[in-house]
């Protein structure tokens, strides 16, 4: 018998006593190992059978000699695979523990070399990557030699596979995973270039991520988190799945606090002027804006390092406090299919004191209020006032019931566009700050677009608030919205128009937003006691016209705002000193709703009927229902009301003709 055919036989016999009498079948492959010891087979059946047997030890001293002396058989780097696979696992079943200890066993030195050859093996950039990764991550001093070179390969395969978002696999593993790892490592030294060029990596990654609208295929939501999505600090509770990454990969717990810390230590290897105290987006921001007072005073190298650090810095405190704005006020952009839709809010003129502020006596019959003379307050509303509300320190009113966090989130507002107006308070951080954005494509991102309109509005630039609206509506009919979340955003962009046409004083076009805008409506029923409640609540303070209002985007809302609207724009016409009956009608019909709400403007229209001596208004009987206004009506054709003549029919001067 020849040696191979002796080899072949022995271990044959060890295979058929191993479930009989597995230390015979030992005792066989023992005997043929020592008889032929450079025979693979053998080594490789001793290997199996200890590996099944789950005999870490042993398995890992055989695996070892393996690779030492059969480095080139396959069936060796298919076993290291299956190991290495084990390790870059998420599961805990007993298998793979089992085989993670078998790697264990190994020497640290044999570890170091296994998994760089295991590298070699990988044909596939990502497998190739977490491989790699695993070396650096059991191996820090390795960091020095692959660290960079992998975060360029990964960087690199990005761009080969022309991925459409920076959330992908590559980027993932490179900003969470490799970057860590290579500027933490005392013994890397990196040029200030490519520091900035990380920095803008992993703060478009962490950005995107935070803000990334879900899917039904990328989003898996747990019932358990469905609170925590109130939160827009939460982010992480809403998994999302990396292509080419498992669900637990995909994960990122505190991706601002990770891109805080990135911001950090980027900044000590560059030299800015870090405060150690600083660990607060708030802080961050108080500390650039002293930076920016004495950033011209440095010499040209000093003033691009230090504009380097406000740019970034400013530019992070300002996507986060925008983005933490717009998922309070636009939750359903960051909800998943399966959750629960919350209300949108829309940012408005205030028209709260479009109704007079004068007191009034409810004891007393309306047409004897009317006849205590010229002795009453004169009735003020925003029109009086000059309500451009252009400049700074505007008032944001809110129902703090109905937005518990309404406080935090006009912090929010308030800290990005601080941030904003730092950015763009020198022409060097502006170009820096805009050439990052067009980098990022952020015209593209329509909670940017949200908060950009929010804010122009805040500023009182309404001309240009409009471009932005309607840039706004095209851009969502591309996106095409669910059709629930875009009848919200269509309602929304269209009463934010209404809005600014009517701070330009553009009342037709005002009035045909509301009119486009009250198609979508529902009528709600009104409770006269809530209506008596504000009412007290408007006297209480009274505010120029230049406020503005967050209100919820429900038809229980925004139909009141709408006929406020409304309402501002006649009454212009009807209280100047041209006579237009038409208008006064109109005002009088709109003051009906939230009754008693317009009690003092309604006597200030009788006032003026009362002067002019004569009034005609054929709809009044079609529209004019309240109680109140009929009586006093009626009393005005009385002798003691002044027998003035009223034409409220069609075609009454005819028919007294």
Known sequence: MSAQGDCDFLVKRARELVNEDPWAAKAWLITARTLYPSDFNIQYEMYITERNAERTASAGRLLYDMFVHFPEQPVVWQEISIITAALRNDCQDKQTQFLRGLFETLPGRVQCEMLLKATEQCFNTLEKAEMLLLLLRRFPESVVQHGVSLGETLLEAENIEDQETPVNCFRKLFVCDVLPLVIHNPDMRLPTSLLHKYLHKAAEFYIAYVTKAPSAESQHQGSQDAANLKSPTKRSSQKYIIEGLTEKSSQIVDPWERLLEILSVVGVRCEWQIDKGSRTFVDILHRMKELCRYISNFDNEAHLKYKNQVVYSTMLVFFKNAFQYVSMIQAPLFQGPSTPIQSTWILLEDLSNVYSDVDVDRNKHIHKKRKLGDGREKTMSSDDEDGSGKGRGRHIMINKAELPNSVEMLESFKIARESWELLHSQETLENEFTRICLSWKTDSWLWMRIFLTDMIIYQGQYRKAIGSLQQLASFQALQQQVPAQGSLEQHRALIQLASCHFALGEYRLTC???????????????????????????????????????????????????????????KLRAFTDNRDDLALGH???????????????????????????????????????????????????????????????????????
């Open 512 to 570: 045909e937003k509301v009119l486009e805008v009250i198609c979508y409506m529902v009528p709600q029923a009104q409770d006269p006691g809530r209506a008596l409640e504000e009412v007290a609540k408007v006297k209480k303070k009274y505010r120029k016209g230049t406020d503005l209002r967050l209100l919820p985007c429900t038809s229980k809302s925004i139909m009141p705002y709408c006929l406020q609207l409304v309402l501002a724009c006649f």
């Open 587 to 657: 005002v009088i019909v709109l003051l009906q709703h939230d009754w008693p709400r317009g009690e003092s403007l309604f006597l200030k229209a009788v006032d003026k009927i009362c002067q002019e001596g004569n009034f005609q208004y054929e709809n009044f009987f079609n529209y004019v229902t309240n109680i109140d206004m009929l009586e006093e009506f009626a009393y005005l054709r009385t002798t003691e009301g002044g027998k003035i003549h009223l034409e409220l029919l069609p075609n009454q001067g005819l028919l007294i003709k």
